[in-house]
């Protein structure tokens, strides 16, 4: 750990240490190959310890899938998930009978609430050609008054995410906006129930992106008591300079006195993803997939999972996939669908196994 006048500089750890609201934020990064015809990996999958495949030498994973890659069906209370697919597919199934397809510039915001069991599997829908996929996903806690909300989710549509280049920015530097306005450009709303939903919780979530001898400065939070954290991530030579101090690739900057920042780059590109938020300040109890106030409300959701699933599970199987030309779309547990702008012409096909 260094300090500096504005900050330190930390150890990221994996998963990457949470900040103010955040309880912490994971990396996918997967060289995924050619497509199977159900979406599996076309080199197949022998000597891999499906079920528990990660971080796998070949420079992908299975996760916990055994078929295609992903989470298949796993609960969740008490919080919130946002997860930013910069490159690849993920399908979603859940208790409610809701469903999803996005990917390659999508955001997903999903409030557990009182309780909701979902799947995430990566399939590759390419069989032409490899199948890169990069993505993030951040939990973000629930206020106590919040954690019993119905569960939901909202999508952020690549076309209609916000990305702005900073008119003092040098080089080539451009911030996605996906929660907390940046220099007066506005993000999508955020679920109603969300912490991020409060004006008073300055959370903000950015993606900035700079190129080689880059630059690009971010504003100053808007509380005295918020808390941010940016994650220097890209390849292994991927640096910034933060007013100056240099943050390497897998370090963080935790700021700690309230004021704008610099950021840039030498000869290599890198990310910054900036998490921000004031902290709830409530007592915070997790054990796995929960996380409450309490270890009586801990006991509770594991009592009240063991006892429907969170309301049951209205699929074929832990695990489902959609066709692999199913076009991106959002099945809402009332059977509303949502499709990007311009709609897709293509009508949604049914799931398989």
Do not use: C
Not at 43 to 69: C, I, K, N
Not at 76 to 95: C, K, L, M, Q
Not at 174 to 193: K, Q, R, Y
Not at 209 to 232: H, K, M, Q
Request: hydrophobic share 35%; charged share 20%; net charge negative.
């Amino acid at each position: 750990m260094r300090s500096t006048d504005h900050g330190q500089i930390i150890d990221l750890g994996r998963p990457w240490r949470g900040v103010g609201p955040f309880l912490f934020a994971s990396r996918h990064v997967d060289a995924y190959p050619r497509g199977n015809a159900v979406g599996g990996p076309e080199t197949g999958l022998a000597g891999r310890a499906l079920g528990s495949d990660f971080d796998h030498p070949s420079g992908w994973s299975m996760y916990h899938g055994e078929q295609v890659p992903g989470f298949p069906a796993h609960p969740h209370r008490g919080f919130e998930t946002i997860t930013i697919v910069r490159h690849g597919i993920v399908d979603h199934a859940d208790s409610t009978g809701a469903g999803a397809r996005y990917g390659d510039g999508d955001v997903q915001w999903v409030t557990a609430g009182r309780g909701v069991s979902h799947s995430e599997m990566f399939p590759l829908v390419h069989r032409d050609r490899e199948n890169p996929f990069e993505l993030y996903q951040l939990w973000l806690n629930l206020p106590a008054r919040n954690k019993t909300a119905d569960p939901e989710f909202t999508m952020q549509w690549r076309e209609d995410i916000p990305v702005v280049t900073p008119a003092d920015a040098r080089g080539t530097a451009t911030v996605t906006v996906i929660a907390g306005a940046f220099e007066g450009t506005a993000p999508l709303a955020p679920p109603a129930a969300s912490w991020a939903s409060d004006p008073n919780s300055d959370v903000a979530v950015w993606l900035i992106d700079l190129g080689p001898d880059s630059e690009v400065s971010i504003p100053a939070t808007n509380s005295d008591g918020t808390e941010r954290l940016l994650y220097v991530h890209g390849g292994d030579r991927a640096a910034i300079r933060v007013d100056g101090a240099l943050v390497r690739n897998g370090e963080g900057f935790a700021q700690r006195k309230r004021g704008p920042l610099t950021l840039s780059t030498a000869a290599d590109p890198a990310t910054v993803l900036v998490l921000q938020g004031v902290p709830l300040n409530e007592p915070v109890v997790a054990h796995g997939p929960f996380v409450m106030n309490t270890e009586a409300e801990i006991q509770q959701a594991f009592a009240d999972y063991r006892r429907d699933g969170f309301g049951g599970w209205p699929w074929p199987s832990d695990a489902p996939v959609y066709q692999l030309d199913t076009p991106r779309f959002a099945k809402f547990g009332d059977g509303r669908i949502e499709r990007p702008r311009p709609a897709d012409t293509v009508e949604l096909e049914g799931s398989t196994s």
